[in-house]
């Protein structure tokens, strides 16, 4: 099962690139909006969180959050006759909310960024690989009951390691306008 649900998550993550057709300044770091490729064949919610340059009015994207829909596919055994013990062996498909973050580079990668609603730690991201162009690539599926903690939160925050550092650095992500960008989301 682990293994279907990694297949999934990582034809999401190559599907993801075919985004490119999105701007970064459609998906803004005041609000969580929803964003589609051109086609509307791949949609996300998502938001960034910014930093101006110092000395310099410039604004750089130190990371971004995004949220798709991924599906899973897992065999289910049903029972046709009780009598004859029969039993017939299919298939289901399950929607699976998965959170992508793009951290910057040179993040400590042996040890998994946290993430904590409104303090509240839920979890670890996974990391799958990091360049020059997007920084460092997480992800994790997460369940209905983490959807309800980010639509009834007031902040997403992710902890995670600088190499060579001590302590820990924290991004957050205002969870403004989760709930609505979401309910399109599964519209779409």
Known sequence: MFYRIFKKILFISCALFSLTSISSSEINSKEWST???DNKSLCLVGIQNEMMIKDSKKIQILAKAY???????????SLINEEDQTYKLSEENKNVPVLFVDLPLNTDLR????????N??????NYTHCNPTEGCKT???VSNDIIDLFKKGKTM????KIYGKKENVKVEFPL????K????LLKK
Do not use: E
């Open 120 to 125: 509240k730690s839920i979890g670890n991201l």
């Open 67 to 77: 949220l798709i829909i991924g599906s899973s596919s897992q065999k289910k055994m």
């Open 139 to 141: 992800n994790v599926a």
């Open 35 to 37: 964003q589609c490729n």
């Open 157 to 160: 925050t992710i902890i995670m």
């Open 181 to 184: 960008s979401y309910s399109i």
């Open 111 to 118: 040890a998994q960024p946290l993430i904590q609603i409104d």
């Open 176 to 179: 403004k306008n989760f709930s």
